[in-house]
């Protein structure tokens, strides 16, 4: 974190920045900021890690959007989001999805992936499509035709989001199913694929009958179990 001083010793201004050599437990340890005071066109992604920082298990407050804020935007900030944080669990699968023992995309023995960054999809082992399906996520997500800004977005490229979260959500089903340890001890600390279910549930990016791991259906048995 950096703090700059105004001319004339006035009033100081914090830069959100993690300066070379800050240790890991000191990483983004600024305070929290309103999000009506967040004066960037990264305001919306920067609240968003905010509240995930604050506590990852609440998975309702990171997901409500501000009273002003665009769902559009909302969305697209938060699918960004999550292809960032994937990152973290396909660099753990590693260790064990191989080429040679994952040679497809597949989650139970109903489910096998084609991988669409190739001219015909096609199949290919687990952890290439992982990588695949990631970069192109990336790609679509960065991409000027269709993302040119942060702040508003066309109902056209809204409309792709979709498409994205039912193949990054393959790595989530691959993991659980294929790699239950790695899955478990990622999902423990970050709670992402809970956080994922719930998103793509609310905004209706997906079906519920793709949503194979059990993430909601574990917590209705929690609530019947505690009454």
């Not at 340890?29 to 005071?37: L, N, S, V």
């Not at 396909?90 to 023992?101: F, G, Y």
Request: charged share 25%.
């Amino acid at each position: 974190m950096i703090i700059k001083m105004s001319e004339g010793g006035g009033t100081a201004t914090v830069i959100r920045r993690n300066c070379p050599g800050t240790k890991a437990v000191e990483y983004s340890r600024w305070k929290e900021e309103p999000f009506d005071e967040m004066d960037s066109t990264l305001a919306v992604q920067q609240y968003i890690q905010q509240t995930i920082r604050k506590d990852p298990k609440d998975v309702d407050v990171i997901l409500n959007a501000p009273e002003t804020q665009d769902e559009g935007v909302w969305k697209y900030e938060h699918l960004r989001q999550f292809c960032m944080e994937l990152n973290g669990l396909a660099v753990k699968l590693q260790s064990e999805c191989k080429p040679e023992t994952c040679t497809q995309m597949t989650a139970t023995e109903q489910w096998i992936f084609l991988c669409a960054a190739h001219k015909t999809p096609k199949e290919c082992p687990a952890i290439d499509y992982t990588r695949h399906t990631l970069d192109g996520a990336a790609c679509l997500l960065n991409s000027n035709k269709y993302f040119p800004s942060r702040v508003s977005i066309k109902e056209s490229s809204v409309a792709k989001l979709g498409s994205v979260c039912r193949r990054v959500y393959r790595i989530f089903s691959h993991a659980y199913f294929h790699h239950r340890q790695i899955f478990d001890l990622f999902e423990k600390d970050s709670h992402l694929c809970r956080r994922f279910t719930v998103f793509v549930t609310k905004y209706n990016l997906m079906s519920k009958d793709n949503l194979i791991v059990p993430m909601l259906e574990q917590e209705s048995n929690t609530g019947e179990s505690e009454a």
